[in-house]
């Protein structure tokens, strides 16, 4: 079986995969004539700058984060023996693929060669071992947006941190549109956050080069493979499949969602049948944010914390004062939920069943709901994530390093890392 057209997969031995010498449609200058080797030679500000080897034995596989590309690919938290930098390890067996995932693969492997931006996650180094690929890419300490959600968050996210999350999202699709490159699968598993608090935007196999022969088209008639994963956050104009086919603002119909899944802890329309969901998507049902408004507070400017922590959109101490006199004290259990008006305006500028009436990536940077972030620093951030534990914490690593002594080497160190896909 081949990958890449190359015979790079050897039965006993393994080498780096040559993906200049395959990558035939170059569509934007940002390619250059770089070396062999699949390691990144140009990386995002502010970015680690190792360079990992391929060397397999150089790689201490502590424990599992998680499974992706249909249950085919395994994501392994892991130690660099040589810098000992975490990283983290994704390894697919190739004889598993069929052909299309084999494809799939060719083209997250090649395109992403060409990305260089802070809010994009970008491997490394990419190799064959055997019949296996490695893909080593930067330690996401936090992990998934969602495993954030299901561990910590089940209720959902406060809006500074939600917020927070899709400036960055925001930032990586205005470039990847910018490339001529439709995502299509925005959702909160492929955002990711690493431990100084960084944004990255992964789920790459699933993009879509707009650009062909030279010319920009401006609509796009493919369904993206795997798409049954991904059916809730896919926008009516994809999943209608007709003449007019659909564009970027496919993507921030997706956003859209995620933001519904960040804030509430759930995925609109998930539990849907597909058809069910499908008409409902057509037909334009309106989508939103839920609230549930126990006592009015708009004349007092507050708005009811759902995380235990200051969201910095309206809410005080004071809203949490006059929340616990007013209901006697008693525990709320689920918190009430009162998003901002900017929070909706926001989703429904994303939800607009007409994409022409939704804005762009870059406008969006410009809304007063993400332009808060700018209010705040990486530190007050980082507090907003409490009480979720990095991979890299001491006692989570010493959990790891048990593993890795003996014991069950698909136990996860941690609850958040039971959801990551890449």
Known sequence: MSFLDCSCISHTSFENIRVEDH??????HCLTNEPAACSLSKTPPNDDMTVYSTDISHYQLLSELGRGFCDLSVVSLARHRPTGNLV?????????????????????????????????????????????????????????AECLVKTYFSDGMSESLIAFILYGVLK??????????????????????SGDGRVYLSGLHSLYNMVRD?????VVYDVPEQCSTVLPWLSPELLRQDLHGYDLKSDIYSLGITACELATGRVPFQDMHPTLMLLQKLKGSHCCLLDIH?????????????????????????????????????PQSPAPKNFSVLFHNFVKLC??????????????????FVKQVKRHTKDSFLTLLHPAVPLNNPQVLAKAAQTAAG????????????????
């Open 407 to 422: 014991q069950d080497s698909t136990t996860s160190p941690d609850a958040t890392a039971g959801a990551w896909e890449f």
């Open 172 to 193: 990586g699709l205005d470039y990847l549109h910018r490339m001529g490159y439709i995502h299509r699968s925005v959702k909160a598993s492929h955002i990711l956050l």
């Open 88 to 144: 983290a390890v994704k390894q697919t067996n190739l004889d598993n693929c069929t052909e299309e995932q084999l494809g799939v693969l060719q083209n997250e492997v090649l395109q992403t060669r060409m990305f260089h931006h802070p809010n994009i996650l970008t491997s490394r180094t990419v190799f064959t071992s055997s019949s296996k690929l490695w893909v080593i890419s930067p330690l996401m300490a936090y992990g998934s």
């Open 214 to 218: 030279g010319k920009r088209s401006k």
């Open 351 to 368: 939800l607009q069943h007409d994409p022409e009436k939704r804005p762009s990536a870059r406008s969006l940077l410009t809304h007063a």
């Open 294 to 330: 126990p006592f009015p507070l708009e004349g007092l400017g507050l708005k009811v914390s759902r995380s235990g922590v200051d969201s910095g959109i309206g809410e005080s101490v004071a809203a949490s004062i006059i929340m616990r006199t007013m209901t006697g004290e008693r």
């Open 23 to 28: 990558y035939n449609t170059v569509s934007y």
